[in-house]
């Protein structure tokens, strides 16, 4: 049974950091490309980053390049979202997934002073 389950989202200041972990099961981790999407009210669900299966390659959303850090520890089936210098319009849901194929359930993330 595929398992994808987010943590570390929750409530922080404009200009401090958080790291999302997303933890994976059920499934050759080690095979797929992991990504982070996330969607605020009213928007649409959007690609924030990307990495490769091997973690040779990573890919980021104009609006966060700079700021975030997408890294994947295949030894421990997880992958990670470091955020910094965050701000009020990063708040959004964020989700993990594997392949284009299998979603997590999200992890809320608000960005408030």
């Known amino acids: 049974q595929v398992q994808i389950v987010e943590s570390g989202g929750g409530l922080v200041q404009p200009g401090g950091s958080l790291r999302l972990s997303c933890a994976a099961s059920?499934?050759?981790?080690?095979?797929?490309?992991m990504s982070w999407y996330r969607q605020a009210p009213g928007k649409v669900r959007e690609l924030v980053a990307s990495?490769?299966?091997?973690?040779?390659?990573?890919n980021y959303a104009d609006s966060v390049k700079g700021r975030f850090t997408i890294s994947r520890d295949n030894a421990k089936n997880t992958v990670y979202l470091q955020m910094n210098s965050l701000k009020p319009e990063d708040t959004a849901v964020y989700y993990c997934?594997?392949?284009?194929?299998?979603w997590g359930q999200g992890t809320q993330v608000t960005v408030s002073s």
């Open positions: 059920g499934f050759t981790f080690g095979n797929y490309g």
């Open positions: 990495i490769s299966f091997t973690g040779g390659s990573t």
């Open positions: 997934n594997a392949g284009g194929r299998y």
